[in-house]
């Protein structure tokens, strides 16, 4: 493990981290980061958790996880590979979208795998853009801030154009016309507000359309309704918290914005098939201490 790490000198946070690992071992268990993480393993094979779903990789796969995103990689055999994490204060890609296109592709879409493989282009590219990196962290210089920057911009277009190509399905529900870029601004504001705004209503209200032009479009797009798509990042964050905590079921509930911890205990076992009580006995913290 080599971390190469600048640090928020205002609040003495992480702001940009480079690692290079040659054990798995460092992510083996389960990872809640409030920064964004880039994991590029270019050697091993294993699997991996993330939200709930498990997926096999082998070597040259690239990883994409947002803050407070619940992922840890298991049976990892020969692992070696490079992290680039940072801060959304060093770099917010809602701000920078419009350059660099990575929200809603590499980060933030829940509905896509969280993975790109390189092909021998884009590899080479990434691997010299993370030789420019380590040398900035280790020899720093004038306008160090912005150069990173810069790397980090060109390391995150070329990772979400290969992601545009292996999963279409990941852009082409912003790319086409007026109407897609509505739906990016609802998963937006869902990611946002999921915990205080429950309503079809209230994410029609705040895009300046109707509920019924609005439902019309998820379910053309996302084959799914409104309060299915809220329902869903719902219940992801309650499995996290079920999985990585031991609060109660009543806080979780109060969290998510239900006052009536019965009806949010309903609420979960329609759609998660068991009960937070159950689900948190099986795979959550109370299992994984045991």
């Given amino acids: 493990m080599n971390p190469l790490t600048l640090v928020n000198p205002i609040n003495g946070n992480l702001a940009f981290r480079l690692i290079t690992f040659d054990d798995g071992n460092y992510f083996d268990f389960a990872q809640r980061n409030n920064y964004y993480s880039l994991i590029w393993i270019g050697r091993g094979s294993g699997q991996l958790r993330c939200d709930f779903s498990n997926y096999s990789f082998k070597g040259n796969t690239l990883f994409s996880f947002s803050p407070y995103q619940a992922f840890m990689f298991l049976s990892t055999q020969g692992v070696m590979g490079v992290v680039i994490q940072f801060h959304p ?3 917010c890609i809602h701000k920078h979208q419009r350059e660099v296109a990575c929200n809603g592709v590499l980060f933030n879409n ?3 795998p969280p993975f790109v493989v390189p092909d021998q282009l884009a590899t080479s590219k990434l691997k010299l853009v993370v030789e420019q990196i380590q040398a900035e962290l280790i020899n720093p210089g004038l ?24 999963q279409p399905k990941s852009w082409q529900s912003i790319t086409r016309n007026k109407e ?29 359309i109707s509920v019924k032009a609005l439902a019309k479009l998820t379910k053309s797009h996302f084959n799914k309704t409104i309060t ?21 079921i009543k806080e979780i509930a109060y969290e998510l914005g ?33």
């Fill in 110 to 112: 829940i509905y896509q």
């Fill in 228 to 248: 299915e798509l809220i329902s869903e990042r719902i219940i992801i964050e309650a499995k996290r918290e079920l999985y990585l905590t031991n609060k109660a």
């Fill in 89 to 91: 204060d060093f770099f």
């Fill in 258 to 290: 239900y006052e009536d911890e019965y009806y949010f205990s309903r609420f979960f076992k329609i759609h998660a098939e068991v009960s937070p009580q159950l689900y948190r006995e099986t795979v959550g913290f109370d299992r994984s201490s045991e």
């Fill in 180 to 208: 897609p870029f509505v739906l990016q601004d609802l998963k937006d504001s869902i990611e946002k507000n999921f915990k205080a705004k429950h309503s079809p209503g209230d994410y029609a209200r705040s895009l300046n």
């Fill in 143 to 166: 306008a160090q801030y912005e150069l990173l920057v810069s790397y980090l911009k060109i390391f995150l277009i070329t990772a979400s154009r290969l992601k545009t190509e292996q």
